[in-house]
C-alpha cells in the first residue's frame, strides 16, 4: 500500500507554509498547477500566473479557495521583461508581501540542430531562461523583507542528461540550475535558492509524446519506477523546499525522474 | 486501536540512532507517527533517552546494541524488528564515524573501521531489510556527507566512504526498483558529538561558518527534515538522489566566497 502522505504533510504540523504568499508562474496548468494546489493545501495563500489561458487560470484559484486559501491570477509573456516584473508587483502588491517565487512557465521544443532558427533559439532561451531569471530578480526586492523566503527554479532531466533534439532547451535549463546555484550563493543569508528537475511528467507540454502508446510504454520502461510521472509527483518537493523545514537547504537540484538518468 | 489502523502503523528501522542526526531522525519519525526500531554502538544511555521520546510520542520503541558492520548483528536484529513490529516502511542508514586526522595518518585498520562503519553497515542495513521494504514498497534514506562531495583531505577514507554511500543509493535505488525506493542525504557541517571538537573551538566553529552561504553551521533537525521528506511518500518519484543539505557549502569554493 502506498504510503499516505497526509500523516506528514499536515499543516501546521510539517512542510507548513501558513501565514505566507507564494507566486507560482505557469500555475494555470502541469506541474505549476500541482505546484499551486499542493502550497495551498499547506497553507500558502497562492498567485496563480498564466500565459493565455485566463479561464485555466481562475478554475485554479477557485479550486485553492475551495481548500479555504486565498489566490489571485496574474498573466504575463514570460519571454517579456517588463510583464514579468509588472506580474511580480502584483503578486507582491496583493497583500503586500511575497514570501516564495515558484518558476514552472516554461515551453519545450525538440528540434534537431538543423532545425534550429533564430527565432526559435531565443524564443526557448527567453521564456525558459531569462523567464526564469528576470522573475527572481523582480522579486528579491519583495524577498529580501519576508520572514524566510525562497525560490524554487523548475528545471529539467535535460538540465542535465541530454537528448537528442531541442539542444536549446537543455541549454537553458542547464542554466536554470547554475542560475540556482549562482542566486543561492549570492543571495545568501537571506533567500534560498533551489530547484527541482523533473524527468517525463504526463502534462500538455509532452501530451503528443504520452498519448503515442510506443514512446508511452518506452519511457515507463526506461524509469526503474515503472511508469511516467505526474504533476503531483513533484509538488511535493517544491513544498519542501519552500518551507522552514528545508531552512539549510539552499543551491540543491533535486531530481524527480523515478531514476531514469541512473544508467 | 482498531484493526484498520494497527494494518496503517507505519514502522521505521534507523541505524545510529542513539545520539546525533540519528536521534532527530528517530524523533522525527515518531512524531509523524511511526513506530521505531533503531540501532546504537555502546551508548545505552542516549539509547534509553531517545527511546523515551519516541514513547513520549506515543509511538513504540525498540533498541538493541548492534555492531552496524557486523552483518549477523544487523540480520539479527531486523529479525528482531520484524517480530516486535510486523512490518517494515522506511530504513535509514546514519550509523557512521570519523577518523584520525590527516590525509597519511589512516590506519589500514582504520580504512577497514572507517569503510565498514559508514559503507559497508548501509549496505547490509539494507540487504537484511529489502524483503520487508518490498512488501510495503517502502523507501531507504542512507546519510552521506557533502565530505562525499568535495576534498576532504583531512579525513580521506571518511571522505571516500561517503561518496561510497552517494554511489550506492544509486545502485541500490536501480537494484531495488520499483518497488523500494532509496535516496541519500549529504549533511554539510551539524552540530553533533561527531563535531564538538570543532564547533566549541570558537576560531575552528568561525572559520566553518565563513564557508556556510547561509551563515550558521546545521542542526540535526535540518537534516532529519530532509530524511522525512525523502522516506515520505512525498518523495514517491524520487530514487537514487543525493539531497544535499548544507547551508549552501559546497556552492561556496574559494573564488566564491565574500572578502
Ligand atoms: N512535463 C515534463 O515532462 C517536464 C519535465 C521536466 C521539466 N518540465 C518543466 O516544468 C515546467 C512546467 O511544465 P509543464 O509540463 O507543466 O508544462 P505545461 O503543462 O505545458 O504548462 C506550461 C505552463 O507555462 C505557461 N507558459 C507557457 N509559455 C508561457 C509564456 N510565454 N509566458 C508565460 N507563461 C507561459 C503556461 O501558461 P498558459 O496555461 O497560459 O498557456 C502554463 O501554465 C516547465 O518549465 C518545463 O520545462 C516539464
Ligand atoms: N555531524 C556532521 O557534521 C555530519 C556531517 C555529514 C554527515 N554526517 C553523518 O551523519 C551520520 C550521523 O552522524 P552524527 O553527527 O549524528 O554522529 P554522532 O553524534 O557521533 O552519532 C553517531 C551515531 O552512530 C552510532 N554508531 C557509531 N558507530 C556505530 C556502529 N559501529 N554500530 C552502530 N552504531 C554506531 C552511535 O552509537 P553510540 O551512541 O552507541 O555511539 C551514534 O548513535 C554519520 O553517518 C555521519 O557520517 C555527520
Redesign the interface.
Known amino acids: ?5 497526509s ?3 499536515l499543516p501546521g ?3 507548513d507554509l501558513s501565514d505566507s504568499v507564494v507566486l507560482v508562474t505557469g500555475g494555470s496548468r502541469g506541474i505549476g498547477r500541482a505546484v499551486v494546489l499542493e502550497l495551498a493545501r499547506a497553507g500558502a495563500d497562492v498567485v496563480v500566473h498564466y500565459h493565455t489561458r485566463e479561464e485555466a487560470a481562475a478554475s485554479v484559484a477557485q479550486e485553492v479557495r475551495a481548500l479555504g486559501r486565498e489566490s489571485m491570477v496574474v498573466a504575463a509573456n514570460v519571454a517579456k521583461r517588463e510583464q514579468v516584473e509588472r506580474m511580480v508587483r502584483a503578486a507582491g502588491e496583493w497583500k503586500g508581501r511575497l514570501d516564495g517565487l515558484v518558476t514552472s512557465a516554461g515551453v519545450y521544443r525538440g528540434p534537431s540542430i538543423e532545425e534550429v532558427t533564430v527565432e526559435g533559439w531565443e524564443e526557448v532561451f527567453e521564456k525558459n531562461l531569462g523567464g526564469t531569471f528576470w522573475a527572481v530578480r523582480a522579486a528579491v526586492p519583495w524577498l529580501r523583507k519576508a520572514p524566510a523566503p525562497a525560490v524554487v527554479t523548475i528545471s529539467s532531466i535535460f538540465g542535465s542528461h541530454p537528448g537528442i533534439g531541442g539542444a536549446p532547451y537543455q541549454m537553458a535549463k542547464a542554466g536554470v540550475e547554475q542560475l540556482t ?1 549562482a542566486l ?2 549570492e543571495l ?2 537571506e533567500i ?1 535558492v533551489n530547484s527541482v528537475a523533473p ?1 517525463f511528467v504526463r502534462t500538455d507540454m509532452n501530451r503528443g509524446a504520452h498519448e503515442d502508446p510506443e514512446f508511452h510504454r518506452a519511457i515507463a520502461r526506461a524509469t ?4 511516467w ?2 504533476p503531483e ?2 509538488a ?2 517544491v ?2 523546499l519552500l518551507s522552514r ?8 537540484v ?6 531514469i ?3 | 486501536m482498531n484493526a484498520r489502523a494497527a494494518d496503517e502503523q507505519k514502522v521505521a528501522l534507523v541505524t545510529g540512532g542513539s545520539r546525533g542526526i540519528g536521534r532527530a531522525v528517530v524523533v522525527r519519525l515518531a512524531r509523524a507517527g511511526y513506530d521505531v526500531a533503531f540501532t546504537f554502538r555502546q551508548d545505552a544511555e542516549s539509547a534509553r533517552a531517545t527511546a523515551a521520546e519516541v514513547t513520549g510520542s506515543g509511538r513504540r520503541a525498540f533498541y538493541r546494541p548492534v555492531d552496524a558492520c557486523d552483518e549477523k548483528e544487523v540480520a539479527g536484529f531486523a529479525a528482531g524488528a520484524r517480530e516486535e513490529f510486523g512490518r517494515l516502511d522506511t530504513v535509514v542508514a546514519s550509523a557512521g564515524i570519523t577518523g584520525a586526522l590527516g590525509w597519511d595518518a589512516v590506519s589500514s585498520e582504520e580504512w577497514r573501521s572507517v569503510f565498514e562503519t559508514n559503507l559497508v553497515g548501509q549496505y547490509w542495513a539494507v540487504r537484511t531489510t529489502a524483503s520487508d521494504l518490498k512488501k510495503t514498497r517502502g523507501s531507504v534514506v542512507l546519510v552521506a556527507s557533502i565530505g562525499g562531495l568535495t576534498a576532504y583531505p583531512e579525513q580521506v577514507a571518511y571522505a571516500a566512504a561517503k561518496a561510497g554511500t552517494i554511489s550506492l543509493a544509486r545502485s541500490l535505488a536501480f537494484a531495488l526498483a520499483p518497488e523500494v525506493r532509496v535516496n541519500a542525504v549529504a549533511p554539510g557541517w551539524v552540530r553533533t558529538d561527531m563535531t564538538a571538537g570543532l564547533y566549541d573551538e570558537p576560531r575552528a566553529r568561525a572559520a566553518i561558518v565563513r564557508g556556510i552561504p547561509r551563515g550558521r553551521w546545521g542542526e540535526p533537525d535540518d537534516v532529519a527534515s530532509a530524511v522525512v521528506f525523502l522516506a515520505s511518500d512525498g518523495a514517491r518519484f524520487i530514487t537514487g538522489e543525493t539531497l544535499v543539505v548544507d547551508g549552501g557549502n559546497v556552492l561556496s569554493w574559494r573564488a566564491g566566497r565574500r572578502r
Not at chain 1, 531552512?247 to 540543491?252: E, F, M, R, S
Open positions: 500500500m502506498a504510503f499516505s502522505y500523516t506528514l504533510f504540523s510539517v512542510f546555484r543561492a550563493l545568501s543569508p534560498r524527468g526503474p519506477l515503472g511508469r510521472g505526474e509527483d513533484v511535493p518537493a513544498r519542501y523545514e528545508s531552512d539549510w537547504v539552499t543551491g540543491a533535486l531530481g524527480i525522474d523515478g531514476g538518468a541512473l544508467r
